[in-house]
Every structure is written in C-alpha cells, then in structure tokens.
C-alpha cells in the first residue's frame, strides 16, 4: 500500500510539471482532491488492512493530501505571477517624461475609506495583502466550506467564465491562499495569522439603492491559540470609532455562512437616517455591514491548520456600505456612476 502511495505522488508531481493555466489546474486538483480523485480512493483499500496498519496508513494518505494541496497552491501562485508578467509584457510603453497636473484629479471615496482602514488595521497588527478577482471555483467556494451544490450557492449569482473559472463574489476567495502562506510562521515561530485583503467583487444582483453588481470588500482573519468572539469585537469596534471619529451603534444577530462557525450580522445603525428608516437601510434604521464569526474548523483544516490547536475570527467588511455611512451617499449606485459631479464632493489633497 506504501508503493502506491509513492506512485501517486510521483504520477501527481509529473502530471502537475506539464501543466500551462489554472483551467488545466482545476482539472488536475479534481482528479486527486475531488470526492472521487485518486487520493480519495486510496482509502478504500484500508478494509484490506489490520488496525494498527490502517492508523499508520491514515497518516500517509493524509500526508498526501496535505503535500498535494501545497503544491497545486504554489502553482497557482506560480500561474498567476505568469499571467500578470504576460500582461504586463504586452502593456503599451509609457512615456514618463510628460508631466502630469495632479490637480486635474482625486481619489475615489472607496480608495481613501479602503486605505485608512489598511492603516487602522496596519496599526493593530496586520499585513494588507491582495489577491486576484478572477479566481477558481475552489478558492471561492470549496475551500471556504461551500462545496458543489451547497445550497448557499444560491445566495451569490456568480458570474462564471467559459475556462471554468469565475469572478470573485467575494473576498473569502483568498482565505485559503493566506491561511496556507502563514501556516508555517503560525505553527513553527507561533507568530498569529492577522491579515486583511481589501478587493474588488462581483454578483450578477438587480441593482437598487443598497446593492450593485460590482462592490467592494475587506476580508480580514486572525487565527492563533485561544482567539474567541470577544477578539472579534474589540477589532470591529476599534476600526469602526477610528473610521467614523465618534462612537457608532452596533449589533450582532446570529446568521449563517458556512465558512464560519458561529456566524453573526454585525450591523451599524443607519448615518443617513438617523436609524429611522430609508431606502439605504430598507427601512429598518440598521445597515447590514459586516458578516462575520469565527473561522470553521474545516476552512482552518483545509488550509493545513489544525482546528484542534487553533482558533480563528473572520470578517467581510462592505467597504462600499461604509462609505456611504461615511460620507452620507443615500444610494449605491452612486459610486459606480462614473459622475464627476457626485465624485467631486469627495476630493481629498491631502491624498
């Protein structure tokens, strides 16, 4: 049973070095990590094995499994970088000598929110880190707790590509990815996971005053030994009095997302309204801003982190819900209207 194991991740590490893009590479995580991929199916020959020899066995396909994941992630690091460079190959070149009148222009409101809260964040602790929009169904959904015909599928409407591929819907996508990068730190030099990674998302929603096709969010997680609900709190309400220069009404109410376990809505008291009711908040005085919890003990294991040693918290923040608290914008549609006249308002020389 041994050799088989070592034939598989011979025929796995040959099959992975012929590999040119991330469609290529989906198919081949499928076929090795999927319910019926070939590392799956070694467990069925364990009926086969006395006790002790199924424990030791256990431990090697596990093993497999563990180096397979590694691996197929640094690939898709390795396609990416690739793509990018590709990109940027066939970029036309600029010409760096005509000057530029900086005064003609500002920054978007979700630019200036999404950078102070980087520095807020930054401030306590964490690295800002940034991942790509269009991503594998893996890393948006599987990996996070969501497999295949998960009903809770249904409450994004994804836009899919033609390789299989799609746009993120949203930031969790890279959850994965920062769980595997900071395992090693984490479990050998015992330095916490804590990052955030603002982007870009996309769900194909009718559009009204509180919801677009097109927004933005900043995902955030700290996994270490003993984090709990009231680790989570101290930093949203930290972040939220420094955004906003005053103390904001909040609450928590339970609700479900996958990835989290136990899950909350962590709303803010509507700063369009007063808390009596628009459009914005749908009438309820309450804006739905954070979706959060702590972190689901299978998204800590398949990120390569034992959820027996450690725990973890993980927020969505809705960067473009904040803004529109901020800076009082009633409808949402607003930010991607491309006006000059409602952007204007907006303009910051300081930035």
């Known amino acids: 049973m041994a050799n088989k194991i070592q034939e598989l991740r011979a025929q796995f590490e040959q099959e992975l070095s012929g590999i040119k893009d991330l469609s290529e590479l989906e198919g081949i995580r499928v076929s090795y990590l999927g319910k019926k991929g070939s590392v799956t ?23 497999l499994k563990g180096i397979v994941a590694d691996k197929i992630a640094e690939k898709t690091a390795e396609l990416k970088e690739a793509q990018i460079q590709k990109e940027i190959e066939l970029m036309p070149e600029f010409d760096l000598s005509i000057p530029v009148n900086l005064s003609r222009g500002s920054y978007h409101p979700i630019t200036l929110v999404q950078r102070q809260c980087e520095q807020i964040f930054k401030s306590m602790g964490f ?27 249904d409450m994004q409407d994804t836009y899919y590509l033609e390789n299989g591929q799609l746009l993120k819907s949203q930031t969790s996508a890279a959850q ?9 730190p984490l479990v ?28 933005f969010q900043m995902e ?23 955004v906003f220069q005053k103390d904001i009404k909040v609450r928590l109410r339970p609700g479900f997302f996958p990835f989290v376990e136990p899950g909350f809505e962590l709303d803010i008291s509507c700063l369009i309204c007063g808390g009596e009711g628009c459009p914005s908040c ?8 954070c979706p959060c919890g ?10 390569g982190i034992d959820p027996e040693e450690y725990t973890g918290f993980a927020f969505g923040l809705g960067l473009t819900r904040l803004v529109m608290m901020k800076y009082g914008i009633g409808d949402i549609r607003d930010l991607n209207s491309g006006s000059l006249k409602v952007m204007s308002q907006f303009t910051d020389d300081e930035n």
Not at 41 to 62: C, H, I, P, W, Y
Not at 220 to 239: P, Q
């Open 220 to 242: 955030g997680m700290m996994v270490d030994k003993d984090i709990s609900i009231s680790n989570l709190i101290y930093f949203m309400k930290t972040m939220l009095s420094e």
């Open 282 to 289: 749908k009438h309820s005085g309450w804006l739905e801003l």
């Open 176 to 184: 994965n990815a920062i769980l595997r990068k900071y395992k090693k």
């Open 294 to 303: 702590m972190i689901h003990p299978e998204v800590l294991r398949m990120g």
């Open 127 to 153: 690295t800002v880190e940034d991942y790509s929009e269009v991503v594998t169904d893996y890393e948006c959904f599987e990996s996070v707790n969501i497999p295949k015909n998960h009903p809770a599928r």
């Open 188 to 215: 050998e030099e015992g330095i916490p996971i804590k990052a955030v990674f603002p982007g870009r998302c996309f769900r194909n929603e009718a559009t009204d005053a509180c919801h677009e096709n097109t927004f």
């Open 41 to 63: 199916d070694l467990l069925k020959g364990m009926r086969e094995l006395s006790n002790e020899e199924k424990k030791a066995f256990g431990q090697k396909v596990n093993e």
